[in-house]
């Protein structure tokens, strides 16, 4: 489906079978992407914008443990914010904020991160057996709301 990103006002019928709207106006904060990108590029940057990615693990025996969350909120205007703690980190709470996009490489998808004054990062994108996005390796529970959705502003 060719989208005509000159136009201001474009639907999208989305991979979840979602109706989507983008506004590409420059008259509110909502995404504007570019154009020339593949379907499937689309779809995963109207999955991931507006989603905060949450990552938990515990661990526990009979000698003690350790947790360790992590936070990233994917912002519709292309900006991000990761948050990473862990039990065992005497350093304290890892932070970074940057702009975020999403790009084909290789015959897969990747989320590149950007952070503020640094060099792009590019993980591999996927779904796992629970719907649940992997990102690289390491699979992350989506939110759109709540308690654990994004804090974007």
Known sequence: MAID???????????????????MGNDDD?????GGDSDVVAE????????RLNYFHTYSSY????????KMD????????????????MTGPATEAGT???????????LVLTPDNGEPTFLPLAFDEKQNILVGNRSYIPA????????CY
């Open 5 to 23: 990103f000159k136009s201001r006002k474009t639907w999208l019928w989305g991979a979840f079978g979602l109706l989507v709207y983008f506004n």
């Open 30 to 34: 909502s995404a504007s992407f570019g």
């Open 44 to 51: 995963w940057r109207t999955t991931l914008a507006g989603t």
């Open 63 to 70: 000698s003690g443990g350790f947790s360790r969350s992590q």
């Open 74 to 89: 994917l912002c519709p205007q292309g900006t991000y914010t990761f948050y990473a703690e862990a039990s065992f980190d």
């Open 100 to 110: 975020w996009t999403v790009q084909e490489n290789g015959g897969g998808v990747s």
């Open 144 to 151: 759109k709301s709540g308690k654990h959705g994004p804090a």
